[in-house]
């Protein structure tokens, strides 16, 4: 079986930090492209980040400097370090896995998808 699981989400601060976990299963993540999306209600989703098979990463430019994307072959878990977290960080946090790492801010050229895990910055 197929899975992507998210964990570590939660409610936070302005300026806090938060780190998402996503546990594959099924499958390795090794040779894929793995990372992030996030939406919140009434919005698009959105790329956040990823990171490639030999660990070339990528970020969107809302994020640049504040979070930090990596994997743990051994453990076929990637993270999702989140730092200096604003109010429009909110929203549900996806994990998501494909081959390639072309283009790999468009939510549908990815077919493997967690249920995600919910993202609250606010005071």
């Known amino acids: 079986q197929v899975q992507l699981v998210e964990s570590g989400g939660g409610m936070v601060q302005p300026g806090g930090s938060l780190r998402l976990s996503c546990a594959a299963s099924g499958f390795t993540l090794d040779y894929l492209a793995t990372g992030w999306f996030r939406q919140a209600p009434g919005n698009e989703r959105e790329g956040v980040a990823c990171v490639g098979s030999r660990g070339t990463t990528y970020y969107a430019d809302s994020v640049k400097g504040r979070f930090t994307v990596s994997r743990d072959n051994a453990k076929n878990t990637v993270y999702l370090q989140m730092n200096s977290l604003k109010p429009e960080d909110t929203g549900v946090y996806y994990c998501?896995?494909?081959?390639?790492?072309?283009?790999?801010?468009?939510?549908?050229?990815?077919?493997?998808w967690g249920q995600g895990t919910q993202v609250t910055v606010s005071s």
């Open positions: 998501v896995a494909k081959p390639g790492t072309t283009r790999w801010y468009m939510a549908g050229l990815y077919n493997y």
